[in-house]
């Protein structure tokens, strides 16, 4: 089994709320889990789950075929709880959906605290540009699994 660098995403680190995090998970063995249209639906509700309850502001998300990348401000709690939250609802709801059961993500994420409001802005657009690197759309508003609260009526 090939980690695809997951086992190099730190697992302990210290939070901080109202810090903005660029948070980055990938799914195990890096399978497409989230090509199924449902399954990339179901982690982004699973996000705004978040986001409703008041842990997060979700600013900006990307859902791609093989990994999560999450722009938040945290409000409360602290990261590996969220991460934790975030990945149990995601697996319990695709799992569902498939008929499955076991994990779906790698152990670990990536975390990066963002410091001035011109990183806001530069992490938000590499963000969302994912899919355009990736290769999988030649325009964004073709890629469904994405939003940013910059952008209105998405």
Known sequence: MRLYHGGNLRKGRYSETSRIYLLTTVTLDRQPVFRD????????NVL????DRGLVGSLAF???PDHLHWLVELLSGDLAGL???VK????NRVNAI??????????????HALRKDEDLHAAARYLVANPLRAGLVKNLLDYPHWDAVWLEGR
């Open 37 to 44: 249209f449902r399954a990339a639906r179901c982690c982004i």
């Open 48 to 51: 705004r789950f978040q986001h």
């Open 62 to 64: 990307v859902v791609m």
């Open 83 to 85: 991460m934790k939250s």
């Open 88 to 91: 149990c609802q995601v697996t």
């Open 98 to 111: 498939n008929g499955q059961s076991g994990s779906i993500w790698q152990t670990g994420y990536h975390d």
